[in-house]
């Protein structure tokens, strides 16, 4: 789950300055999440939810420090990333099914 974590931090603080960085944000969310859960153990899609959970709450406070109010762009960005995550973290569980029936044959 840190590795995804990590890689989603570094790369969403290199966005600002790049266009189309929101389009990216969410790419790299579900990414995030896709990492954290196919290097589980335990292959559960939840890994991915709790990396983008975790990923809300070490953001949170950057954005209600910097920010002076909060919009309805900034509300709906932080609840979407841990729905992002979660959407990788279900895509790296049917992949590792796939790959594990595959295997089977």
């Known amino acids: 789950m840190l590795i995804g974590y990590i890689i989603a931090v570094i790369l969403v603080f290199i966005l600002p300055n790049i266009p189309l960085s929101d389009y990216l944000t969410a790419i790299i969310l579900v ?3 896709f ?11 939840r890994i991915g939810l709790y990396e983008g959970l975790l990923y ?4 949170l406070p950057i954005l209600l ?14 609840v979407s990333i841990p729905i992002l995550a979660y ?3 279900f895509a790296a569980k ?8 595959a295997n089977k044959i």
Request: proline share 0%; hydrophobic share 40%.
């Open 31 to 33: 990414l995030g999440g």
């Open 35 to 45: 990492i954290a859960t196919y290097l589980s153990t335990d292959n559960e899609a």
């Open 56 to 59: 809300t709450l070490s953001t």
């Open 65 to 78: 420090i910097s920010a002076t109010q909060l919009t309805l762009y900034t509300i709906l960005f932080l």
């Open 87 to 89: 959407i990788g973290g």
């Open 94 to 101: 049917q992949l590792r099914l796939r790959l594990d029936n």
